[in-house]
Structure formats: C-alpha cells, structure tokens
C-alpha cells in the first residue's frame, strides 16, 4: 500500500497540473470565448425563466431555431421543444377628437403596444454542431467497468442507475443520503460521474445554494485528483468544468488548495485500504 507521504506528494502534483490547465485555458483566452458565447442568449423575463425552468429543469442556453442555425448548431430529431412567451411590437390606429380652429374635428392617430405570443425556444443539449467553448465532454469509452464496481462496492450510499431528466447525469441527494446515475451513459462517464457524486456525499459541506460555484469546484477537483491518481484521464471533462464554475478565476482554486489536497488524499487513502480488505478476504 502506498505511504502517507508518496501519497501526499502525487496528490500535490496532481493538484498543481489541475491549476496549470486550468490557467491555460484562460490564458489562451478560452473562457473569454466561453463568455462571448453566453453573451450571444437573450436574458429572459422572471415569468419565462419560470416557463423555461418548469419544462426542461437543466437548460442552460436556450435559443429559437433561427439563432441555433445562426451559430452554426442543428436541431436533433424530436428536439424537446420550451414554450415562452416573446413580445412583438405591434402598430394600431385609434381615432381622438381634437380642437382645430374652435371646432372639434377627429383625427386618426397610430400608437405602438407590445403584443403577446407564444414561441419556441430549444436547449443547447438538443442541438448538435459548432462546439460551445468550454464544453464539457462526456466519455464515451468503456474501459473503467472495474473500477465503477470498485466504487459502487466502496459507497456507503446506495446507487441507482436509472432514466434521469433531460441533461441530468448524475446527482447526490443529502436528503436522502443516496446516489443516482443516469443508466444510458458509458461506463467510464459512469464513472467520473459516480467519483464526482461520492465526493459530494463524503467531503462537500458547502452551502450549495450559497455556494455552489465553490462546492462544484471543490468536489470535480478532488474527483479529477482521485481519478487521476488511479490512472484514469478524465481531463476532458474537469478542467474545462472547473474553470466554468470557477468564473476563470484560479484564485478560487488557490484558496481551496489545502482543503482539495487533504480531501483528495483522504479519499485516495480509504479506497487503496477498501482495495486491501478485498484482496484479503479473497485471500482467506
């Protein structure tokens, strides 16, 4: 089994090549594309934030047809259509009376209103085309199915793999202190998802409605850490992650530094023990 200090020093040197890659991304201007990407959505009214909330949970760009188009993406077949609301500026005529020469004459007058009409707007998961800056991919390889049954034998949490929402891979509930992982996925996506999740459960204290920019940061850190440590490459998802929750600022990651790498080891700690009980009751 590997020593406490070994141990230490690989997490260290992980952690330092997460903030590597996490600066250059910024440094070669990626996250500033990713904003200008933002920038190309509308901001939505209270009530359609509502609307767009209420009929697909997880969206995060949504555009009409015409503007995916326009950014070079296509609609996929039986794309989940949102229904909003969008204001179209309409003309009308009215006609007022008016005194003209000490008599009362009548005139037509034009004005402006804001009509009302329902419109379809389509989430960037149901499109397909020019990828989004700072995308992050998903693994779509099955190399890890050993290490994912590993991981489910090692979780205190129950897993369920099972048809999550729209855009949903993956989530750990507090409340009901389980796991649950979307079934479709690969198994290597399985498991950056389940690492991620079993983070949430065993190390994040958070306030996720507070914090949930340090929360993501801090648990896809340590996952990567772990991930990486046991030999697999999970970078194409992380580090572009990390960097969108981290707002491109890497000071975030710098502050949590101490609290990545102790958790980052501990957990790494307790999965080489798990692996050691196993071969010794195999041995027995």
């Known amino acids: ?115 009302y009409k329902s419109v379809y707007v389509y989430d960037i998961s149901e499109t397909i085309g020019e990828p989004m800056p700072l995308e992050v991919k998903m693994l779509d390889s099955e190399n890890m199915g050993s290490f994912f049954d590993k991981l489910k034998q090692f979780s205190k949490f129950p897993i369920y793999e099972k048809e999550l929402e729209q ?44 914090d949930r920019n340090l929360s993501e940061v801090f648990v896809e850190s340590v996952a990567y850490m772990v991930a990486d440590y046991f030999g697999i490459d999970n970078s194409m998802c992380s580090f572009n992650y990390i960097t969108q929750y981290a707002n491109g600022d890497t000071k975030i990651l710098i502050d949590l530094g101490k609290k990545i790498k102790s958790c980052a080891t501990d957990f790494i700690k307790k999965l080489e023990e798990f692996e050691v009980q196993e071969e010794q009751q195999i041995a027995a």
């Open 167 to 210: 855009g949903v891979k993956g989530y750990y509930s507090p409340k009901h202190k389980e796991i649950s992982i979307e079934k479709r996925m690969s198994i290597d996506a399985k498991t950056a998802v389940l690492l991620h999740e079993l983070t949430h459960g065993l190390y994040d204290d958070f306030d996720y409605k507070i």
């Open 1 to 115: 089994m590997t020593s406490k200090i070994n141990r230490i020093n690989k997490a260290k040197e992980i952690y330092d090549k997460v903030v590597c890659n996490v600066r250059n991304i910024i440094r070669n201007g990626e996250y500033e594309k990713y904003l200008k990407f933002q920038n190309q959505f509308t901001k939505y009214s209270f009530n359609n934030t509502i609307l767009i909330f209420s009929q697909f949970p997880d969206a995060t760009y949504v555009a009409g047809k015409a503007k995916w188009k326009e950014l070079g993406r296509e609609l996929i077949k039986d794309a989940k259509r949102i229904q909003i609301t969008a204001g179209m500026p309409k003309q009308g005529k009215t006609k007022v009376k008016k005194i003209v020469d000490g008599k009362e004459v009548e005139e037509e007058q034009t004005y402006t209103y804001i009509a």
